[in-house]
């Protein structure tokens, strides 16, 4: 029996290292020692409990060009991005802490009876089941709110990045009482056995697909879930459109990370009188990346981050050329896990690249006549998490935005708020969700307390 977790290079294909594989027999236990010690962290104060977890801001800076190191080698993403994503992490550290504090103060409602105050208590113990794509930045949005909000915390990262999932949770328990924030190492079957575990709370990020099987098993008990899942954004491009910005916005949008990231532009959907153009700035864009090693600075896209990620993307395109799509750009067969960044146009949505979430460096292009159809294509889908809409004229493109069914997006822009803002999936793309005081406040329960007015 399999008794270690091995972390793989997917560049090089080298051992990053390994972990022991948390027996699923002892989850429970584990779950047991969470709850065992809910009772003397949920005793103390938000102000404690920031208190205590504030010097593990400078921790982070100081380790940030190592967790960048592990992560970039066990998922392949560019070193430097790797490293500012532990930076990103490290230095809105204590802004998130005190961001989650504020929301968590109680407030008051009254008429002309009654006067109620709205407390937020812990739940209990939290499950946080995290995937790979960002593994620092995800470990810590679950975690924060959660802990924050006096519940006590287990992890589960992805099996394809434990090692920096291990070393961020090392850092914040050199600050945390005993058992306040455990780690569970393993795959899916270590993250099923928590979630038909005795957890309060399951907060999960990750494909929508394991996001089913997860509201599955918590519905059946009742246990409250967040589950921040996949998506296939859309973008619309008018005719008025700057062709250069919406095609440097296409272009970063869909291979960044190698397109391994949930808010990607999976779908793009242009006004055929601008087409031609539009495809031939996406085209020119992506024939400046260079594939390569993630350590060298000059590498704008790295390998997949496995085998398996690859061949699914192969099958996306594989499937679209076969029903009539058209290759401007890429596709040309890579060693190893890399998939060059592919433009296709022609697609439609019989095809299963228009359908599911791809995941990988490929900007499809599909075009419409009218603004219409813009929008039902663009709301075509199950997922609803980001968009985009791009045009001149900002009161007609706002409109736009205003009829997409997702759950954030950007006019010119991407679809992440402001400072403040929640980070939301519409449809199948999420059920509850993070941040800004309305997403830290589903970390905790609330109650409300009531008294006659005098
Ligand atoms: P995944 O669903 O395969 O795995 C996510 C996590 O769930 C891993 O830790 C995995 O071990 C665990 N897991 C697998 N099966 C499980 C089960 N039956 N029960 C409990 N846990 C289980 O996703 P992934 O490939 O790691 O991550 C990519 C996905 O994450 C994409 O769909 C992406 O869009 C999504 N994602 C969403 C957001 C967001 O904010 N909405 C952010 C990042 C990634």
């Not at 967040?226 to 998506?231: A, D, K, T």
Request: aromatic share 6%.
């Amino acid at each position: 029996m399999t008794t270690s977790l091995l972390s793989v290079n997917p560049f090089s294909h080298a051992t990053v290292g390994s972990l022991p594989l948390t027996p699923l027999s002892e989850i429970p236990a584990i779950v047991g020692r969470a709850r065992l010690a809910a009772g003397g962290w949920k005793s103390i104060s938000v102000t404690e409990r920031i208190a205590c977890l504030k010097p593990a801001a400078a921790r982070l800076k100081m380790e940030a060009a190592r967790l960048g190191g592990l992560s970039s080698a066990e998922m392949g993403k560019p070193l430097v991005e790797a490293i500012g994503e532990a930076n990103y992490c490290a230095d809105g550290f204590v802004a998130e802490l005190e961001s989650i504090a504020a929301a968590l103060q109680p407030f008051m409602r009254e008429d002309e009876r009654t006067i109620s105050t709205i407390h937020f208590e812990p739940l209990g113990v939290v499950a946080a089941i995290t995937p790979w794509n960002f593994p620092i930045l995800m470990l810590q949005q679950s975690v924060l709110p959660a802990l924050i909000a006096g519940n006590t915390v287990v992890t589960k990262p992805s099996e394809v990045s434990p090692l920096v999932a291990h070393e961020y949770y090392a850092i914040l328990n050199e600050f945390l009482p005993k058992d306040v924030l455990i780690n569970v190492t393993g795959d899916g079957a270590q993250g099923k056995a928590l979630v038909a575990s005795n957890v309060d709370l399951i907060v999960f990020t990750g494909s929508r697909t394991t996001g089913a099987h997860i509201a599955a098993a918590a519905g059946a008990r009742l246990a409250r879930v967040i589950l921040e899942l996949g998506g296939k954004d859309p973008l619309v491009v008018l005719d008025d459109a700057d062709i250069a910005s919406a095609a440097d916005f296409a272009a970063r949008n869909s291979f960044r990370n190698a397109g391994q990231v949930c808010v990607s532009t999976e779908r793009i959907y242009v006004d055929r009188k601008v087409a031609r153009a539009f495809e031939s700035a996406v085209v020119e864009r992506a024939a400046l990346l260079k594939l390569g090693d993630p350590a060298d600075p000059t590498t704008s896209i790295g390998p997949m981050s496995s085998a398996r990620q690859k061949s699914l993307v192969e099958r996306h395109i594989q499937g679209a050329l076969k029903d009539g799509a058209r290759l401007l750009f890429g596709n040309r067969t890579q060693e190893g896990n890399f998939v060059e960044p592919t433009v296709l146009a022609g697609v439609n949505h019989s095809m299963e690249i228009m359908r599911e979430e791809t995941f990988g460096p490929v900007a499809c292009i599909m075009e419409f006549d009218s603004i219409d159809q813009a929008v039902s294509l663009a709301n075509d889908s199950p997922f609803g998490l980001g968009a985009a809409v791009f045009g001149a004229d900002e009161s007609r493109a706002t409109n736009v935005a205003e009829r997409l069914s997702t759950g954030m997006v950007g006019v010119n822009r991407g679809c992440g708020g402001a400072e403040g803002c929640p980070w939301v999936g519409a449809k199948q793309s999420g059920v509850g969700f993070h941040s800004g005081v309305e997403g830290h406040r589903q970390f905790a329960q609330f109650r409300v307390l009531s008294k006659k007015k005098s």
